[in-house]
């Protein structure tokens, strides 16, 4: 049940009852589903608890196995959201450049036709990232500013916008009264 109401909990600013409802559950079951141990991961993040959410990062990319290439679409999604995760720590940590790299290789791993909303809400994390990359080069070119549109444009057709916005720079996060 958690693992479907977690993206309305995530986008509705709701972290601490889902880290709440997460406390509660036995440690065993957490750790037996890696979908529901990343959704775990990604509530201490916006909470906060940066270390035990990268403690849980941990054990997710441990259950996929130890970096083969990810074959099984499941799997290769699971890799993508795990690493757009990666990619929010080292931001909110303020390693650019390690955010950045992490987040292309969360796009190159997350499907752009996936519909399920922690893949969405991911790939819209990553894609806020990866927009940083002038950030790290000091270039801002067509392309750069295409990339920010285009991550703009994705995150308004997201159910997420609201919670999206506030990680733009600029005017392109300002609030338009949508």
């Known amino acids: 049940m958690i693992e479907q109401c977690a993206e309305e909990l995530v986008s509705g600013n709701q972290m601490q009852t889902l880290c709440e409802w997460l406390h509660a559950l036995p440690e065993s079951l957490i750790l037996a589903r890696p979908a529901l141990c990343l959704i ?6 916006y909470t ?18 130890s970096g083969e290439d990810v074959q099984d679409e499941h799997r290769r999604v699971l890799q993508g959201q ?12 303020g390693d650019l450049e390690s955010c950045v790299a992490l987040a292309q290789q969360a796009l190159d791993l997350l499907l752009e036709t996936e519909r399920a909303p922690l893949t969405r809400m991911s790939r819209a994390a990553a894609m806020l990232s990866a927009a940083r990359a002038y950030l790290v080069s000091g270039d801002v070119t067509p392309a750069s500013e295409y990339r920010l549109a285009e991550t703009v444009a994705f995150t308004r057709a997201s159910a997420n916008y609201r ?6 720079p600029g005017q392109w996060g300002r609030d338009t009264g949508e």
């Open 40 to 45: 775990h991961a990604l509530a201490l993040l």
């Open 163 to 168: 919670q999206c916005r506030s990680c733009l």
């Open 82 to 93: 795990v690493v757009a995760c990666w990619s929010m720590l080292a931001r909110l940590s």
């Open 48 to 65: 906060n608890y940066w270390e035990a959410a990268s403690t849980r990062l941990q054990l997710v990319e441990r259950s996929l196995g």
